[in-house]
């Protein structure tokens, strides 16, 4: 039978219409919990005593508390989400690593600063134990297709990421590693440049104050580079990923194109014209909205109990935290900034 390894949750959204989306993640953890034989979800946390009780009824058999360390102490999970603001992280799980978790699976971004998270990566390599950061996107065939395509269109050029909006610290961390999944670990980052609209009133995510505009660039140290725009102006017609190549592209859309059978499409070496891959997943999940975090979790069982490697190590992580981080440092020094990036309070 299959070792069982207790789950914990740390940070409960509200039981809201779409839940499992931005603002009640942990619906999404605890689907792919109790989808993957060997985890047992036994307990979350929240401050919010209706978040609570509204988790527990929709896991029965899950324990609810209010305080994170009270449920830490109580339960001894072996692996544990940390989910609740972004600023509060560290702490969180520097205290499951402490309470003997052999696992935490960490929300993106990883942290607010390059510091932070490489005390995390530290605290977990003493304590044996195993981080994961939460890039799910990694396990769907959009973006597998994605990565394949980076060795089909001739010799790979360049990213380009177009998020459509503002606030690139929220979605920007998924758009940085997809690109980074499909340009894979062997590209090192040689600099990093980025300008910024700071403007008008001051808007806060997760008490972090982000831009209107922004528009900035990696460049990697084969030549290679990735190019990023986000903001309140942007223009419609562009993907939110394409990779481009000598022979070809590839993109992924948020929404299917006309001549497209799903979100990505692309025109490969040698091809007459531009293909799509048939799938009914998206750029978020599926008609399951678990089914990244389901495979994840699956993946992550595999890495506890066998030390395997996963698609969502915190080295990974922390190479698209470097390009975010860089790029808001930039902006603030008015500079190119060399890799390693020395961020300002890392």
């Not at 990421?161 to 606030?167: A, C, K, L, R, S």
């Not at 910024?196 to 580079?225: C, K, M």
């Not at 481009?244 to 592209?249: A, I, Q, S, V």
């Amino acid at each position: 039978m299959a070792e069982v390894l207790k789950a914990a949750v740390i940070g409960l959204g509200p039981n809201t219409a779409g839940k499992g989306g931005a603002h009640s993640f942990s619906y999404c953890h605890g689907w792919a919990y109790t989808a993957t034989p060997g985890f047992e979800l036994v307990a979350g946390c929240s401050r919010n005593e209706q978040n609570v009780a509204d988790y527990c009824a929709e896991f029965p058999g899950c324990r609810g508390y209010r305080d994170y360390r009270e449920m830490l102490a109580a339960e001894k999970p072996d692996i544990v989400s940390v989910l609740a603001y972004v600023g509060d992280r560290e702490e969180m799980t520097m205290a499951a690593l402490a309470a003997g978790a052999r696992a935490v699976w960490i929300e993106k971004p990883f942290a607010l600063t390059l510091r932070a998270a490489r005390r995390m990566m530290a605290a977990a390599e003493r304590s044996g134990a195993r981080l994961f950061v939460n890039h799910q996107r990694r396990y769907g065939k959009p973006f597998e297709w994605f990565r394949e395509a980076a060795g089909k269109i001739g010799e790979v050029l360049s990213v380009d990421i177009v998020q459509p909006g503002p606030n690139l610290m929220d979605f920007g961390p998924h758009l940085i590693d997809a690109a980074l999944f499909a340009l894979g670990p062997e590209r090192k980052l040689k600099s990093m440049f980025a300008a910024i609209d700071w403007s008008g009133p001051e808007n806060l995510w997760h008490q972090v104050r982000f831009e209107n505009q922004y528009l900035g660039s990696a460049h990697f140290e084969d030549g290679t580079r990735i190019t990023i725009e986000a903001g309140r102006d942007i223009p419609g017609k562009l993907p939110i990923l394409r990779l481009n190549g000598t022979l070809g592209f590839a993109e992924l859309h948020l929404s299917p194109q006309a001549d497209a059978q799903s979100v990505f499409r692309a025109r490969l070496a040698g091809a007459a014209g531009v293909s799509s891959g048939a799938t009914t997943e998206h750029f978020h999940h599926s008609e399951d909205p678990a089914l990244y975090m389901k495979r994840a979790a699956a993946d992550i069982y595999r890495a506890i109990t066998t030390g395997s490697r996963t698609r969502i190590e915190p080295e990974e992580a922390y190479r698209g935290l470097e390009i975010l981080l860089g790029g808001y440092e930039s902006a603030r020094l008015q500079q190119v900034l060399k890799a390693p990036i020395k961020q300002q309070f890392s």
